[in-house]
């Protein structure tokens, strides 16, 4: 078992930055691929950035160059920072976890509670 908790959302003026970060617990944090979705209003929920065990990232288009993920093993934490935030960036964003990698097609095992992200001025 793995417990995710999310924190750092909040409001942020276009332009602006934020950093979410995740803290897991429960297991062993380093054999887990890491990821970061987000879901808007009315949308689906969407992949937005992931790192795998060894470190090796992999971005949607839409954030590409903005938003970076990172992780801290020896504090059991991932992080995605978020910068030139746009107002289409306003979502709740959740943490997951799955041993191996996530991808488009691997689903996670796990995930947090999410944070709200708006993005307005």
């Known amino acids: 078992q793995v417990q995710l908790v999310e924190s750092g959302g909040g409001l942020v003026q276009p332009g602006g930055f934020l950093r979410l970060s995740c803290a897991a617990s429960g297991s062993i944090f380093s054999i887990y691929g890491m990821g970061w979705y987000r879901q808007a209003p009315g949308k689906s929920r969407e992949l937005v950035a992931t790192i795998t065990s060894g470190g090796n990232t992999n971005y949607a288009d839409s954030v590409k160059g903005r938003f970076t993920i990172s992780r801290d093993n020896a504090k059991n934490t991932v992080y995605l920072q978020m910068n030139s935030l746009k107002p289409e960036d306003t979502a709740v964003y959740y943490c997951?976890?799955?041993?191996?990698?996530?991808?488009?097609?691997?689903?996670?095992?796990?995930w947090g509670q999410g944070t709200q992200v708006t993005v307005s001025s």
């Open positions: 997951a976890a799955r041993p191996g990698r996530i991808t488009t097609a691997t689903m996670p095992n796990y």
